[in-house]
């Protein structure tokens, strides 16, 4: 009877935390399903009586909403596949390579995730300045192709690879660049797919850098172009439009959660037993 009790009492938790993080979504859902006059309708329904898809046409008249989707898949997708190859390098070379000051210059560079990033969003715009790169994707990413977190989850993970199998490799005379290729990064499954999972989420909720360095409406993430929509949300006539904006826009950094929830989880479990 107590064990019975207290998986009911561990369900009930589990349902009701599931509510509460799922509630906001759905509530996205069906605001962008509402005609203007019962978006305003006080108490509000729980559900459109005449869901209404025209709010998701309009979203991509009022702003430009492709061109904005495109720019951030491109910005998300760049800045993601560098981070993974560049923390896979450095973390290999961290794990497996014996130098002076290697455990200082390591920890220097996680000390760098302590920085908040209003602190560099100056000097980072000056540097990009002083290089004529305002204004253009090339200062966009620049500064977002190598993540200090990265490079810590990837030598925690090669720190666990044997080095008499990175041994017998170069016996074999395999190169380092193939052992990296062949031998190391098929073994990273778990912290890449983590990685790659902070790194999406991060950059396609990128807000403060993108509006900071560029000025031209065409080059614009999504993030910025939401903000622009949000002026249209001072009317209940355009409630719908805001929330099928928002609502389109989370769609990617959901499906890439759930694609890779169960090696994500793995990845972060791990290196917190590390």
């Known amino acids: 009877r107590q064990s019975r009790a207290t998986r009911l009492t561990l369900y009930t938790a589990l349902i009701a935390t599931a509510v509460f993080a799922v509630f906001p979504i759905y509530w996205l859902v069906i605001s962008s399903l509402k005609t203007p006059v ?13 869901p209404d898809f025209h709010a998701y046409l309009t979203v991509f008249e009022v702003v430009p909403f492709g061109r904005s989707f495109a720019n951030s898949v491109i910005l ?9 190859m560049t923390s896979i390098l450095s973390g290999y070379v961290f794990a497996k390579y014996r130098f002076r000051g290697r455990e200082k210059l390591f920890w220097a560079i996680v000390l760098t995730m302590f920085l908040p990033p209003i602190t560099t969003i100056v000097p980072l715009y000056n540097m990009m300045n002083s290089w004529n790169l305002n204004d253009t994707f090339l200062g966009l990413v620049l500064p977002w192709l190598a993540n200090p977190f990265g490079v810590f989850l990837m030598r925690q ?3 666990d690879i044997p080095d008499e199998l990175i041994d017998a490799a170069r016996v074999d005379g395999a190169s380092e660049v193939r052992i990296v290729a062949s031998i190391v990064t098929p073994l990273l499954r778990p912290a890449v797919i983590t990685l790659l ?38 009317t209940v ?10 609502l389109v826009a989370s769609i990617p950094t959901l499906l890439v959660f759930l694609l890779g929830q169960r090696v994500f989880v793995q990845g972060i479990s791990r290196t917190g037993v590390k």
């Open 237 to 246: 006539k355009y409630q719908s439009v805001v929330m099928a904006g928002v």
């Open 38 to 50: 019962e978006s305003g309708r006080i108490p509000a329904t729980w559900w459109p009586q005449a």
């Open 76 to 84: 998300t997708v760049v800045c993601s596949v560098s981070v993974v």
């Open 197 to 234: 999972v902070f790194t999406t989420v991060y950059y396609w909720n990128s807000f403060l850098w993108p509006l900071t360095i560029l000025q031209s409406t065409e080059k614009f993430p999504i993030t910025v172009t939401l903000a622009q929509l949000l002026s249209y949300n001072t």
């Open 157 to 159: 993970f090669i720190a």
